[in-house]
């Protein structure tokens, strides 16, 4: 966990005083307002009843966390409901109303829950581009009514509202990003609740936001300026700040409300908060420009940067199309940019394509086919490449990630094939797939460690699961629906007075 983070609950100290049922309800997706796939009920994964009882506790999953946290403090967790999603375009309505409905069905079988644990992101947006993560929160207000304390637990990149703290008793969002610490912060609001409801905390909850959006490659929590703003608001805090998050916000949110969040949580003294809320956020504000990528480069300029290096595997991140940050994953950018190169260089890369994956399923293992690669989810920013290729593997089924940031985290990419052409191995899977986590390439037979090349779509994840190599990753400036080339993206309702999209503010 990143050095800023304060929590007075860290030690443990908290336990619920009897014996009482606290419920644990996850709901959680993150939106880009740029992305051409809309999200569905279908998108998610939902636990089984059956499933809700199978803990895992070291799972680096909030749901896991708390509900052992509530266990090792003496109360009964109750799993209500577990449903995640990969990362996409806004919610669908009717999609939203089934996920309120269900977290509606979840609470009213429930009649003597003293506590509730919502897990959200904070990033998930309706089709209108308004927060459908509060559209979950207020039904489980309404569901409980004003007297049940509700802890919620957030994602870094949340945009968060003063609505948030309306509805909600505590909130606390991940300290570290990348995100190393999310069954912590599962434990973390457990404590908080546990504060709560034993009367040792009396929540003050103060939220200050300032208009800006940054790439997540400088909102490092542990180096850079990021790291560097919070540990310098955070040091000699005023005794009675319990907790402190930021929230700078996915940054492909197109909403009025979006913005940097510094959220901080005191016991019964609300002026400590205000003073620390507001420095965070005048910080960030004067330092703005120091948010910047050092380590661009086009698609040619990185293959020549990785042939030149002694590091193995050297990692080329197409952050722009991550799934993680709601892309489709389908550019051939770097397939193109390394023919075109004639690199020797053993390369992995990810890409998307379900109508590939029906014309390797119509072959067999070994054949040498022909294929346009690329493009079938999103055209504005690329073309298709055609090439040959060999069918060396073919699968499908779950697999569970392993990395730093997401293990335990049951997950899915579809039928997919390993192919290759020279010394290039792509995978090509039927739905997005978790390119920054070892385990997506062990489950499609590729050691991570065999190659000299590794093309993940991820924005940071793949720091923690390839820190030796992290250090010397190039990030892509191409275009795409999660790029950073914000000033060059269809904002609409946050154009006008928001850093960097603002021309009037440069």
């Not at 895992?56 to 946290?69: R, V």
């Not at 509700?150 to 945009?159: E, K, P, T, Y």
């Amino acid at each position: 966990m990143g050095s800023w983070a304060i929590s007075k609950d860290s030690n443990r100290a908290a336990r619920f005083e009897r014996n009482q049922k606290i419920g644990v309800l996850s709901v959680v997706q993150e939106s880009n307002s740029f992305s051409l796939q809309k999200t569905s009920i279908g998108n998610f994964t939902i636990a089984s009843p059956d499933e809700l009882l199978i803990r895992t506790p070291d799972a680096n999953l909030e749901f896991e966390g708390a509900l052992d946290e509530i266990s090792r403090c003496g109360s009964e967790g109750i799993p209500l409901c577990d449903a995640f999603a990969l990362p996409s375009g806004p919610i669908e309505s009717s999609s939203l109303s089934q996920l309120v409905g269900l977290v509606q069905d979840c609470l009213n079988q429930q009649t003597s829950l003293a506590g509730l644990v919502l897990c959200l992101h904070g990033a998930m947006l309706d089709e209108d581009g308004n927060s459908a993560d509060l559209a979950i929160l207020r039904m489980a207000r309404e569901c409980l009514g004003d007297s049940i304390p509700i802890a919620v637990s957030l994602d870094l990149h949340a945009n968060i509202s003063s609505e948030f703290l309306d509805l909600a008793t505590v909130i606390s969002g991940y300290k570290t990003n990348p995100h190393i610490d999310r069954n912590e912060t599962g434990r973390r609001v457990v404590q908080l609740l546990a504060g709560v409801l034993s009367g040792q905390l009396k929540p003050v909850m103060q939220l200050e936001k300032c208009p800006t959006i940054f790439a997540d490659e400088t909102l490092n929590t542990s180096t850079g300026v990021f790291a560097d703003i919070l540990k310098d608001c955070t040091a000699n805090l005023h005794s009675s700040i319990v907790d402190v998050s930021v929230f700078p916000c996915q940054p492909w949110i197109d909403s009025p409300t979006v913005g940097f969040g510094s959220l901080c949580i005191a016991n019964g003294d609300r002026q400590p908060a205000i003073d620390l809320t507001t420095k965070m956020v005048q910080e960030v504000w004067r330092r703005k420009r120091e948010f910047k990528i050092t380590n661009l480069a086009t698609p040619t300029e990185a293959i020549r940067i990785a042939e030149q290096s002694n590091i193995r595997p050297f990692i080329i991140t197409e952050a722009s199309d991550a799934p993680t940050a709601g892309a489709a994953g389908d550019s051939p950018v770097m397939i193109a940019a390394i023919l075109d190169s004639a690199s020797a260089l053993v390369t992995y890369i990810p890409i998307t394509d379900a109508i590939a994956i029906d014309e390797c399923f119509n072959n067999q293992v070994g054949a040498q086919i022909n294929l346009n690669l690329g493009c079938t989810l999103d055209q504005r920013w690329s073309r298709p490449v055609s090439l040959s290729v060999k069918i060396d593997f073919l699968g499908e089924g779950d697999y569970v990630l392993s990395g730093v940031g997401y293990s335990g985290l049951k997950v899915n990419m579809g039928r997919f094939a390993v192919v290759s052409h020279n010394s290039m191995k792509i995978l090509i899977t039927e739905v997005p797939c978790w390119s920054a986590d070892p385990a997506t390439w062990n489950h499609a037979k590729l050691n991570p460690a065999d190659a000299q090349l590794i093309v993940v779509r991820s924005c940071s994840d793949f720091r923690a699961n390839f820190p030796n190599s992290s250090a010397t990753s190039i990030t892509l400036d191409v275009l795409g629906s999660a790029s950073t080339r914000f000033t060059e993206l269809p904002y609409e309702k946050c154009r006008i007075g928001t850093w960097p999209i603002d021309p009037t503010l440069r």
